[in-house]
């Protein structure tokens, strides 16, 4: 479920925790079956039942989010932008509370499908989740580099919003206002966070004056060239004019009125926010380090780190986990590296990748095109072969193309952003491509893999297309599931015959390795007190990741906890129940079958995947 602005900022977050909270709500496999075996017709009337119920709460669990319903494509609402106060998440807590009571009593477990079974366990862990982070809610970074609403309202506003009449051009403009008003709410919360002694890096306060600076420079304000909401207004409305569906006056009334959102609403909410952080900053930490050294640091990063890994591992655990990776993952690193004919050390080797200029594209508008097309040549590669491992496969359309402007960072981690589920829009693979020097060549197949097809557009797109689940499971989005499958993508594009060039075979490991990097750091940072500097050299020893990447990626554990242990954890429960189903079936064992059961129910927590599988397998070995 993307509530994307509520999450964000930190607030009731809607994905589950993993076995542990199955146990604390007693729901699960076993927790309500009764000893009478029903009838099948009583388990399709109750399941129905059960679907509908969850379809009117999908409706009621929209109308807290309009910016959701603009993200699958839906245009009422249009005109609003999400409520970011406290108030507001208090109600909508207190409406989980309610329809979750309102699940047990009034539904039979015992009388529901296996997959109805599911979506009542995910209901209640989405309610276990929201409650377990709810006491930390003024504990989290509500401004920094990576995200925040200063820098995703505006990108929400010129990517999704769809203007195809003068009234959604209208409601655009209205919007202008919200994203105004949303910010000082959002500015608001930091304001009680800092009251409470949460003070934000230096960087991540430098990135967020960077980003709305670059956001009220320009015409209609001051400065040279066009600010990016105003040029993206202009842009609206000339298409507008070019289609017939306003003439020029109205045109002219239209753009006044986005001229006067701009000048009257949304520019004093920016400058407030920078006044504010210009204020906030020499209140940041001498040295940058992690969330253990906030108050309440040791618990808000335990409730971190269940909600993004859906289990109950400890740092310790999964900062043991990372350190064996590393070293499993370097001895693979040393044989392609011999198998290169390179004479010298690891870490000789690893400066040679990281700084040889074969291996980047120039700093120049052509290196950044021939980037953006070697990204699109390796998935049209790979689409062709998705056949072979799938029975699933997405029909969204995916594009690939540069962030823009406005929220560009030199080095920042490429992303994805899903599509509509009735496809009028694409999937869309966004590069940070401001520093060329920061994008290695080596690393370029791997991550189109990852973000694309077999990776995020693929899960994204079949999560949304597949039927016969309630759309509230359609949207879920649990990061170990969506982020381990990407990871494990990455792998299994290498068995689909990709990675020809031993140097890009050299950069899947490069990723790999960095995400058991990701496990030791994380909880360094966050669990053993270590400093941005520390977590750099660490890096850098055990990688050959380019060094402005390196440091754009510690940043944004420093800013995320948690986040970035999801990807390995989650791909080594993938793998491990592929070669759990291996074993078991033997001969009989389908990758396209299992691949589909894995992505046929949407995002999971981990153990309700594995309870899946489990029962993929017992239906194979039934006679």
């Not at 409650?131 to 990576?146: D, I, K, N």
């Not at 400890?314 to 064996?324: K, R």
């Given at each position: 479920?993307?509530?994307?602005?509520?999450?964000?900022?930190?607030?009731?977050?809607?994905?589950?925790?993993?076995?542990?909270?199955?146990?604390k709500?007693?729901?699960?496999?076993?927790?309500?079956?009764?000893?009478?075996?029903?009838?099948?017709?009583?388990?399709?009337?109750?399941?129905?039942?059960?679907?509908?119920?969850?379809?009117?709460?999908?409706?009621?669990?929209?109308?807290?989010?309009?910016?959701?319903?603009?993200?699958?494509?839906?245009?009422?609402?249009?005109?609003?932008?999400?409520?970011?106060?406290?108030?507001a998440?208090?109600?909508?807590?207190?409406?989980?509370?309610?329809?979750?009571?309102?699940?047990?009593?009034?539904?039979?477990?015992?009388?529901?499908?296996?997959?109805?079974?599911t979506?009542?366990d995910?209901?209640?862990?989405?309610?276990?989740?929201?409650?377990?982070?709810?006491?930390?809610?003024?504990?989290?970074?509500?401004?920094?580099?990576?995200?925040?609403?200063h820098?995703?309202?505006?990108?929400?506003?010129?990517?999704?919003?769809?203007?195809e009449?003068?009234d959604?051009m209208?409601?655009?403009?209205?919007?202008?206002?919200?994203?105004?008003?949303?910010?000082?709410?959002?500015?608001?919360?930091?304001?009680l966070?800092?009251?409470?002694?949460?003070?934000?890096?230096?960087?991540?306060?430098?990135?967020?004056?960077?980003?709305s600076?670059?956001?009220?420079?320009?015409?209609?304000?001051?400065g040279?060239?066009?600010?990016?909401?105003w040029?993206?207004?202009?842009?609206?409305?000339?298409?507008?004019?070019?289609s017939?569906?306003?003439?020029?006056?109205?045109a002219?009334?239209?753009?006044?009125?986005?001229?006067?959102?701009?000048?009257?609403?949304?520019?004093?909410?920016?400058?407030?926010l920078?006044?504010?952080?210009?204020?906030?900053?020499?209140?940041?930490?001498?040295?940058?380090?992690?969330?253990?050294?906030?108050?309440?640091?040791?618990?808000?990063?335990?409730?971190?780190?269940?909600?993004?890994?859906?289990?109950?591992?400890?740092?310790?655990?999964?900062?043991?986990?990372?350190?064996?990776?590393?070293?499993?993952?370097?001895?693979?690193?040393?044989?392609?590296?011999?198998?290169?004919?390179?004479?010298?050390?690891?870490?000789?080797?690893?400066?040679?990748?990281?700084?040889?200029?074969?291996?980047?594209?120039?700093?120049?508008?052509?290196?950044?095109?021939?980037?953006?097309?070697?990204?699109?040549?390796?998935?049209?590669?790979?689409?062709?072969?998705?056949?072979?491992?799938?029975?699933?496969?997405?029909?969204?359309?995916?594009?690939?193309?540069?962030?823009?402007?406005?929220?560009?960072?030199?080095?920042?981690?490429?992303?994805?952003?899903?599509?509509?589920?009735?496809?009028?829009?694409?999937?869309?693979?966004y590069?940070?491509?401001?520093?060329?020097?920061?994008?290695?060549?080596?690393?370029?197949?791997?991550?189109?893999?990852?973000?694309?097809?077999?990776?995020?557009?693929?899960?994204?797109?079949?999560?949304?297309?597949?039927?016969?689940?309630?759309?509230?499971?359609?949207?879920?989005s649990?990061?170990?599931?969506?982020?381990?499958?990407?990871?494990?993508?990455?792998?299994?594009?290498?068995?689909?015959?990709?990675?020809?060039?031993?140097?890009?075979?050299?950069?899947?490991?490069?990723?790999?390795?960095?995400?058991?990097?990701?496990?030791?750091?994380?909880?360094?940072?966050?669990?053993?007190?270590?400093?941005?500097?520390?977590?750099v050299?660490?890096?850098?020893?055990?990688?050959p990741?380019?060094?402005?990447?390196?440091?754009?990626?510690?940043r944004?554990?420093?800013?995320?906890?948690?986040?970035a242990t999801?990807?390995?954890?989650?791909?080594?429960?993938?793998?491990?129940?592929?070669?759990?189903?291996?074993?078991?079936?033997?001969?009989?064992?389908?990758?396209?079958?299992?691949?589909?059961?894995?992505l046929?129910?949407?995002?999971?927590?981990?153990?309700?995947?594995?309870?899946?599988?489990?029962?993929?397998?017992?239906?194979?070995?039934?006679?």
């Amino acid at each position: 479920m993307r509530l994307y602005l509520l999450a964000l900022i930190g607030s009731a977050a809607l994905a589950a925790c993993g076995q542990q909270v199955e146990e604390k709500q007693g729901v699960g496999p076993a927790a309500q079956e009764s000893a009478a075996t029903p009838s099948a017709e009583a388990i399709t009337a109750e399941t129905a039942r059960l679907n509908e119920w969850f379809a009117a709460r999908w409706e009621e669990e929209l109308d807290f989010s309009p910016v959701t319903k603009t993200f699958l494509g839906r245009k009422d609402d249009n005109d609003k932008i999400d409520d970011l106060s406290e108030a507001a998440e208090d109600l909508h807590l207190a409406w989980r509370r309610e329809n979750g009571q309102e699940l047990k009593e009034s539904f039979d477990y015992a009388l529901l499908t296996p997959e109805a079974k599911t979506s009542y366990d995910i209901w209640l862990y989405q309610l276990a989740q929201a409650e377990a982070s709810y006491p930390f809610r003024r504990r989290g970074y509500v401004f920094h580099q990576m995200r925040g609403v200063h820098s995703f309202l505006p990108n929400f506003l010129i990517n999704f919003h769809k203007v195809e009449t003068a009234d959604d051009m209208r409601a655009y403009i209205t919007r202008i206002s919200g994203v105004s008003r949303a910010l000082d709410q959002a500015l608001e919360l930091a304001q009680l966070a800092a009251a409470e002694g949460v003070h934000a890096p230096d960087f991540a306060y430098d990135g967020v004056l960077k980003q709305s600076r670059a956001l009220i420079a320009g015409a209609p304000f001051e400065g040279e060239g066009n600010a990016p909401l105003w040029a993206d207004a202009n842009s609206k409305i000339d298409a507008l004019l070019e289609s017939g569906a306003v003439e020029e006056e109205e045109a002219g009334a239209l753009r006044e009125a986005a001229r006067a959102a701009l000048v009257d609403a949304f520019k004093p909410s920016y400058d407030a926010l920078i006044a504010w952080v210009e204020e906030e900053r020499p209140n940041a930490p001498e040295i940058a380090t992690g969330v253990g050294s906030l108050p309440d640091g040791e618990a808000y990063y335990a409730e971190r780190l269940a909600f993004s890994t859906t289990t109950d591992m400890t740092p310790d655990e999964v900062h043991a986990l990372g350190l064996a990776e590393v070293a499993r993952i370097k001895g693979e690193m040393e044989a392609i590296k011999t198998k290169v004919g390179f004479d010298g050390t690891l870490d000789e080797f690893f400066s040679f990748v990281r700084e040889d200029e074969q291996f980047y594209y120039p700093n120049t508008d052509e290196g950044r095109d021939a980037y953006l097309q070697s990204a699109r040549d390796h998935l049209a590669f790979i689409k062709e072969r998705l056949p072979e491992k799938f029975g699933l496969l997405p029909k969204a359309d995916l594009i690939v193309k540069r962030v823009e402007a406005f929220r560009e960072r030199d080095g920042g981690a490429q992303h994805y952003f899903p599509g509509t589920p009735d496809g009028s829009r694409p999937g869309t693979f966004y590069a940070h491509l401001s520093d060329m020097s920061a994008m290695p060549k080596p690393q370029l197949e791997v991550i189109a893999y990852h973000e694309g097809n077999p990776g995020h557009h693929m899960q994204n797109s079949i999560a949304q297309e597949v039927e016969g689940l309630p759309e509230f499971r359609n949207q879920a989005s649990f990061t170990a599931y969506g982020e381990g499958w990407a990871l494990y993508s990455e792998l299994l594009a290498k068995e689909m015959g990709a990675y020809e060039d031993p140097y890009s075979d050299f950069g899947r490991l490069t990723t790999e390795i960095w995400r058991a990097i990701r496990l030791v750091l994380d909880t360094g940072l966050h669990a053993k007190g270590w400093t941005q500097e520390q977590a750099v050299e660490y890096f850098i020893a055990n990688s050959p990741a380019a060094e402005g990447q390196i440091r754009s990626e510690v940043r944004r554990y420093i800013v995320m906890p948690g986040q970035a242990t999801s990807y390995k954890i989650g791909m080594l429960k993938i793998l491990e129940l592929r070669a759990k189903a291996q074993s078991e079936l033997g001969d009989d064992f389908d990758i396209r079958g299992f691949h589909d059961t894995v992505l046929g129910g949407g995002a999971l927590p981990l153990a309700v995947l594995e309870r899946r599988v489990d029962a993929w397998i017992a239906a194979q070995q039934a006679p």
